[in-house]
C-alpha cells in the first residue's frame, strides 16, 4: 500500500525513531511501513492519523489494492 509517511515525517522534521516512540513501535516498523513493505494494523493507522492530525484516506492510498 502506497502512503505518504515518510513525507509527513520529514515535513515535521522528525526522526523516524521520533515517529516510531510517537507510535510506541520499533524504528524498524516505521522503515517497513515507509517502504510500503508493512500495512498497518486499524489500530496503527489511527495513532498515525493522529500524530500527522489528518484522516487515514491522506496518509495510505489503497487505489492499487482496489483496481
Known sequence: MK???EELR???D???EDLAQALGVSRQTVISLE???YNPSLSLA?????????P???I???SDECA
Open 10 to 12: 520529514k515535513a515535521r
Open 56 to 58: 487515514i484516506e491522506e
Open 35 to 37: 517502504k510500503g513493505k
Open 60 to 62: 495510505f492510498d489503497d
Open 3 to 5: 502512503n505518504r509517511l
Open 14 to 16: 522528525m526522526r523516524q
Open 46 to 54: 489511527f495513532k498515525l492519523s493522529r500524530v500527522f492530525a489528518l
